[in-house]
């Protein structure tokens, strides 16, 4: 069975971005096994500092994963800078890092209508500096995620089923 590595972009309890990754969870339950990464435990990224055990534990996972999803919420315009600082971390050393061939997937959240359209460009531009290997499909956004979150879960079954459908075609590349 191959291994998702879930990486959510937001840290705070009630995160949707955090929901929306149970909510396909629950629905790929069976297909795949899951990881997450604890993003939020990292330091700053700094490149004096070579022997941190968060950092390599977070590099293992990915190189261990066969596919990285990411879901994420937008900040200003961007990507939340806890999921920047960590892919900078796994992206060393420069084209030859853990992210090179990776299999990579973008879900998007937030507040507003867009759905964090523009971090996801973002986003997926930086994993091809990485050299992953984003997997082409339409945009998977959830706009005005926090409305559509039930007990801590997405709750749009449509989000849910476009999405799910997605995945499995990206755990069939695997
Ligand atoms: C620092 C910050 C910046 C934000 N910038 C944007 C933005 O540029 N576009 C947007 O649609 N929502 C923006 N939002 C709203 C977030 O999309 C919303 O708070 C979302 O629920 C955060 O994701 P989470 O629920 O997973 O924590 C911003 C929120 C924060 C805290």
Redesign the pocket.
Known sequence: MRTLLFICG?L?A?????GTQRALQAALAGACAFDEADIGVLPHYNADITDNPEVEAFKRQVAEADGVVFVT?????GIPGVLKNAIDWASRPGYASVFKDKPAFVIT????A?G?A?AQFQLKYALSAMLARVFPYQEIVVPT??DKMKDGVLADEAIISFATTALTAFIAEL
Do not use: D
Request: proline share 5%; charged share 20%.
């Open positions: 937001s705070r009630a995160s949707s971005a955090r919420p937008e900040y200003n315009y959240v937030s507040g507003g867009l964090g523009r995620a926090n």
